[in-house]
């Protein structure tokens, strides 16, 4: 099984509002990701927890806020986002971090700020 | 620093055409990973084959076959007998392996396939 969910599938939020996006897998890794990804574009990383810590942060907006609660759970609070934030966002797992191993991507929740 | 290029940007062909998706890529590293990932309209990137630095044979998977040659960097993908469930993005990535740190995925433009009936 090499299933990662997420949810929701998709959102519309405010840009006042306060949303989170929510990530599990079932595939005992250590290490889980978030990307994001513009229309037409490559997936872009945002953030990597390795062993529920964080260990990169590739200089995100502090409206996005990341949270791993357990080894199977990866959250991503939204607050005051701007419309350009609006895209597809990606979370992905892998047994490790090291680049070795092969990352396995969820379904995306497509978010629409207004 | 890594790169991955994916020259070509959309390729239309009719089914049972057969195709294949270029990626070159660039890495000063003796001991590197690559990937190839399909990305329907519906979102998910679906992973598809992970090859890594030492190992240049090459691959079938069913109609996927992968042609890794290091001479070249490159790691092309080809399509038999395409089928329109195979319209797709495709994207081509790589990874060095960094022991004790975190390594990244860099990934190439991607590749816009259409196949039509």
């Known amino acids: 099984d090499t299933e990662v969910t997420q949810t929701p599938k998709h959102l519309v939020m405010g840009m006042t509002n306060k949303k989170s996006l929510k990530c599990e897998q079932h595939?005992?890794?250590?290490?889980m990701y978030w990307y994001k990804q513009k229309a037409k574009k490559p997936p872009e990383l945002m953030f990597v927890?390795?062993?529920?810590?964080?260990?990169i942060n590739e200089s995100v907006p502090s409206r996005f806020s990341p949270e791993c609660p357990n080894s199977s759970l990866l959250n991503l609070h939204l607050h005051a986002l701007q419309p350009e934030d609006s895209a597809l966002y990606l979370c992905?797992?892998?047994?490790?971090?090291?680049?070795?191993?092969?990352?396995?991507f969820g379904p995306g929740t497509r978010l629409l700020v207004l | 620093a890594q790169k991955v290029t994916q020259a070509q940007t959309e390729i239309s062909v009719v089914e049972k055409e057969d195709v294949t998706l270029d990626c070159v890529y660039e890495?000063?590293?003796?001991?590197?990973?690559l990937f190839w990932y399909k990305q329907p309209p519906s979102g998910e990137l679906v992973f598809l084959i992970r090859r890594n630095s030492f190992d240049e044979q090459n691959e079938i998977s069913g109609r996927y076959s992968w042609n890794f040659q290091k001479s070249t960097s490159s790691f092309n993908f080809t399509i038999t007998a395409s089928q329109v469930v195979d319209s797709a993005v495709y994207f081509c990535?790589?990874?060095?392996?960094?022991?004790?740190?975190?390594?990244?995925?860099?990934f190439g433009k991607g590749i816009t396939l259409s196949v039509r009936p």
């Open positions: 990535a790589l990874t060095e392996s960094l022991a004790g740190a975190n390594s990244k995925l860099t």
């Open positions: 927890y390795s062993y529920e810590k964080l260990s």
């Open positions: 992905a797992s892998s047994q490790g971090s090291s680049g070795v191993e092969t990352q396995y």
């Open positions: 890495t000063r590293d003796t001991t590197y990973y």
């Open positions: 595939m005992g890794h250590r290490a």
